[in-house]
């Protein structure tokens, strides 16, 4: 009987981490859709939100070498990660 109770949590925290993982991707996702709105951003300034938005939401990782990045490969990693997720 306990090792059915242990089981049965184990599911259901396995249930709660995994819906958590989902509402942070979500609320990723609306603040990077909010961001993109208005076209008066540089290309700096639009990578820098972005990148904030998104390793500001756990389970994401900052590249030890993400400030070393061309503009543009930033960009492109950004890009990919939204396609990624969608």
């Known amino acids: ?19 958590n993982k989902m509402d942070n991707i979500d609320m990723m996702k609306m603040f990077l859709h909010i961001g993109g709105v208005g076209d008066e951003q540089t290309l700096e300034d639009k990578i820098n939100y972005e990148s904030r938005i998104v390793f500001a939401t756990p389970g994401m990782i900052k590249p030890d070498n993400w400030e070393e990045l061309t503009l543009e490969e930033r960009q492109k990693r950004l890009e990919l990660m939204k396609k990624v997720i969608k």
């Open 1 to 19: 009987m306990t090792a059915t109770f242990v089981r049965n949590a184990k599911s259901i925290q396995d249930n709660n981490l995994k819906q």
